[in-house]
């Protein structure tokens, strides 16, 4: 989630309707300047004892950001608490439970991308090392009750907490309990916007297939392959879900300002503080007409934090992210952004994915979102199948789309070898949740403590 510093009084008050418009025009770029940016979480636990660490204790989630000093990274400060650092590979922020994310740098290709990964995984471990703490990339905590996680000291999280039980049961769950792998791309045109979105719209839940990876809850089998993805619905219907509408004729940047605006409010940021509004509207803030801030509109930057509040499958600000895909380790982090990047970013292969999914309708999309959490693989497919039948020929496309970019690294080698873990769970036809689970009810004899040997970074 996004870490605001200051509160740019001096941005502009929004004033027609262009200016929401704005930020997702100003996100066209030239294919020659497309980006890829990875965003990736990871639960710590101390190694004695296995346990999350709070924010303050010794060799806890502060000392953790500040040893990151050692490799040239820069406290990010709220109300006198480092709540994120800031370097040349991105930001390194905190999840409200402690999760670390790491927000990389927008970078030209995956070699560049996986390198980034690594270094972050050795810097972190490095640090864990020296004070006992280590990394576990899962989609949940497989064995915490919300009780025994720690509160991270974020003020949007404060508001966030207090209003999840509100609009779901498990919106909690989510804040404190997961992690997740994203991707984050770009697009030349309101038309190439549309067309990544209803393809990635639609293909979302094989990415949450491929990467489920969130079993276990409280220490046992979950009846889910990712629990995490389940999570979401029932978390706040008002800003997550497959967004029918994107696959709407007409649909384009102003619709998305629509669905925008009818999202309820989380806060607004002023003088270093977050600013309660949840459940507030944005359109009585453009109106002067917002309780908390009585008589004040808002600024470019107030929307652009409100666009960063809602969570569908795909999300739109002046990129594209995809979210559909757990936690996970090195491999699979490097795997999500080779896999969208080979479908997105080559128009033959967007094309080909497109052709794939434009027949589907908007119930057999809603029901194959609905599946993927509990079947993965076996989830049924809009018009007859299961969704394991495309997966294959989708990632042949995506193949096709990363050798076609030949970017080659030193020694020769295109894209395509991130794809190599994609190609393992298809050829095996075990995503990762259901590996884990082999392993739980064979070798490990049904000790979940286990799985810090097996997912531990």
């Known amino acids: 989630m996004s870490t605001r510093q200051v509160s740019d009084r001096n941005d502009p008050i929004i004033e027609s309707r262009d200016m929401l418009v704005a930020p997702m025009q100003k996100g066209e770029k030239p294919k020659s300047a497309w980006r890829i940016g990875t965003e990736h979480e990871k639960f710590v636990y101390r190694t004695e004892d296995r346990r999350a660490p709070s924010y303050g204790e010794p060799g806890g989630i502060r000392d953790l950001l500040m040893a990151l000093t050692e490799y040239g990274w820069e406290p990010i400060m709220e109300g006198g608490n480092v709540i994120a650092m800031a370097g040349p590979d991105g930001t390194v922020s905190l999840e409200p439970a402690g999760q670390l994310e790491l927000s990389g740098a927008p970078l030209e290709n995956l070699h560049q991308t996986c390198a980034e990964t690594g270094r972050h995984l050795a810097q972190v471990k490095s640090i864990g090392d020296k004070l006992g703490l280590a990394y576990l990339g899962l989609g949940l905590w497989p064995d915490k009750t919300r009780e025994e996680l720690p509160i991270m000291p974020k003020g949007r999280y404060d508001i966030m907490l207090r209003h999840m039980p509100r609009v779901g049961s498990m919106g909690l769950d989510m804040m404190l309990r997961t992690c997740t792998i994203q991707t984050n791309l770009d697009y030349s045109s309101e038309a190439d ?119 569908p499958e795909v999300r739109l600000k002046s990129f594209l992210e995809m979210r559909g895909a757990d936690g996970g380790p090195w491999s699979r982090i490097c795997a999500l952004p080779a896999l969208w990047v080979g479908l997105l970013y080559d128009q033959t292969a967007l094309d080909a994915a497109w052709d794939l999914v434009k027949g589907w309708d908007m119930e057999g999309r809603e029901k194959l979102r609905a599946e993927v959490p509990k079947l993965g693989l076996d989830a049924a497919l809009p018009g007859g199948g299961k969704l394991r039948d495309i997966a294959a020929e989708v990632l042949a496309i995506a193949r096709g789309g990363l050798s076609a970019r030949a970017m080659l690294n030193e020694a020769g080698d295109n894209e395509t070898g991130y794809l190599q873990p994609l190609d393992e769970i298809i050829s095996t036809g075990k995503t990762p949740a259901e590996r884990l689970l082999g392993l739980y009810n064979g070798v490990w004899g049904g000790d979940l403590s286990q799985v810090y040997g097996e997912k531990s970074f």
Not at 217 to 242: C, Q, V
Not at 269 to 289: H, N, P, Q, V
């Open 193 to 311: 916007m549309v067309q990544k979105f209803r393809t990635s719209l639609a293909l979302q839940p094989l990415a949450t297939a491929l990467f489920a990876n969130s079993p276990f809850l409280e220490g046992k089998p979950n009846g889910f392959l990712s629990y995490r993805s389940h999570i979401w619905t029932d978390t706040d219907p008002a800003r997550t879900g497959m967004l029918s509408f994107v696959f709407d004729e007409g649909f384009g940047y102003e619709r998305y300002v629509d669905y925008m605006l009818d999202v309820p409010m989380y806060f607004v940021f002023r003088d270093g503080k977050y600013i309660d509004a949840s459940g507030l509207s944005f359109r009585d803030f453009l109106d002067g007409k917002l309780s908390v801030l009585p008589g004040e509109k808002p600024t470019a930057s107030d929307w652009v934090d409100h666009l960063s509040t809602a969570f």
